[in-house]
T-cell receptor, first 114, second 112 residues
Framework: EAGVTQFPSHSVIEKGQTVTLRCDPI?????LYWYRRVMGKEIKFLLHFVKESKQDESGMPNNRFLAERTGGTYSTLKVQPAELEDSGVYFC????????????FGSGTRLTVV | RKEVEQDPGPFNVPEGATVAFNCTYSNSASQSFFWYRQDCRKEPKLLMS???SGNEDGRFTAQLNRASQYISLLIRDSKLSDSATYLCVVNWIGGGADGLTFGKGTHLIIQP
């Protein structure tokens, strides 16, 4: 079974540019999450999709971040315009249904804004 | 989302020794508890869930004390391959919220 796939694995962009991160969850997983780890801080929740619907986006830092999950399959997270403080590792996770088990994380996208 | 507190370490432990670390969580409504392991520049991977009755998986034992809001992890007969960062993670589901709250992690170094 394929795991959670994220790309790119690394991205270096200049401040003010736009970057789009992609996550392909495990096939059939309705729940998709985005998390972020900023240097020196803990991994933090950004948002949660159930199929194509945003269930909880309370962790999104500001309106420069836009997440979508069209068709309830893969998800994108766009940062526009990127700021220096957006640098970090963005993880995606998915799990099949209700309950707290079965979170599988992708290997992350390391974003560096210069 | 409430905090999860962990001693960041590093814990430097000789191979074969027993090591224990713990974390505290502030949200008394937390429902599920986990230890994740994260290797350098890798994604977090579930090590084990933590149950109120305590649970064991090979050399690893996890304990949960709901009254004190405290979670522990014990590693016996430590191996070099146990070197990693151990993340204490809790989950609270309700009111539309469902996601994991992570501690910063405890860095463990097993020395030969």
């Amino acid at each position: 079974e394929a795991g959670v796939t994220q790309f790119p694995s690394h991205s270096v962009i200049e401040k003010g540019q736009t970057v789009t991160l992609r996550c392909d969850p495990i096939s059939g997983h309705d729940n998709l999450y985005w998390y972020r780890r900023v240097m020196g801080k803990e991994i933090k929740f950004l948002l949660h999709f159930v199929k194509e619907s945003k269930q909880d986006e309370s962790g999104m830092p500001n309106n420069r971040f836009l997440a979508e999950r069209t068709g309830g399959t893969y998800s994108t997270l766009k940062v526009q315009p990127a700021e220096l403080e957006d640098s970090g590792v963005y993880f995606c996770a998915s799990r099949p249904g209700t309950g707290s088990y079965g979170y599988t994380f992708g290997s992350g996208t390391r974003l560096t804004v210069v | 989302r409430k905090e999860v507190e962990q001693d960041p370490g590093p814990f430097n432990v000789p191979e074969g020794a027993t090591v224990a670390f713990n974390c505290t969580y502030s949200n008394s409504a937390s429902q599920s508890f986990f230890w994740y392991r994260q290797d350098c520049r890798k994604e977090p991977k579930l090590l084990m869930s933590v149950y109120s009755s305590g649970n064991e998986d090979g050399r690893f034992t996890a304990q949960l004390n709901r009254a004190s809001q405290y979670i522990s992890l014990l590693i016996r007969d430590s191996k070099l391959s146990d070197s990693a960062t151990y993340l204490c993670v809790v989950n609270w589901i309700g009111g539309g919220a469902d996601g994991l709250t992570f501690g910063k992690g405890t860095h463990l170094i097993i020395q030969p």
